[in-house]
């Protein structure tokens, strides 16, 4: 019980954590994604739980607005936004 709940903490503090580190990068790929077509620079997706629940998680957008709904990986790199591939690129 005492290792769930010491995990638990931990969890919380090094999110927390790196989520102040982190913030400057955010602030930033948010601003450039608004800054280059003007939509919202998040979007959210429902994704499945490992026990089948299912919950919102929210993405930077990569695309265009009005793209539609498709895999990331059958996007063509015309379809692909300049901040959206810098993003790609990065993660992959």
Do not use: H, Q, W
């Not at 790196?18 to 429902?46: H, K, Q």
């Amino acid at each position: 019980m005492y290792r769930l709940y010491l995990k638990r903490a931990c969890d919380i503090v090094i999110a927390g954590a790196a989520l102040i580190v982190l913030s400057p990068l955010l602030l930033v790929t948010a601003l450039a994604t608004r800054l280059e077509d003007g939509g919202p620079a998040l979007f959210g997706s429902v994704e499945s739980a490992v026990n089948g629940s299912l919950f919102t998680i929210f993405k930077f957008r990569s695309m265009p607005l009005n793209t539609g709904d498709m895999p990331s990986a059958e996007a063509r790199s015309a379809e692909v936004t300049k901040v959206g591939r810098f993003i790609r690129t990065n993660i992959e």
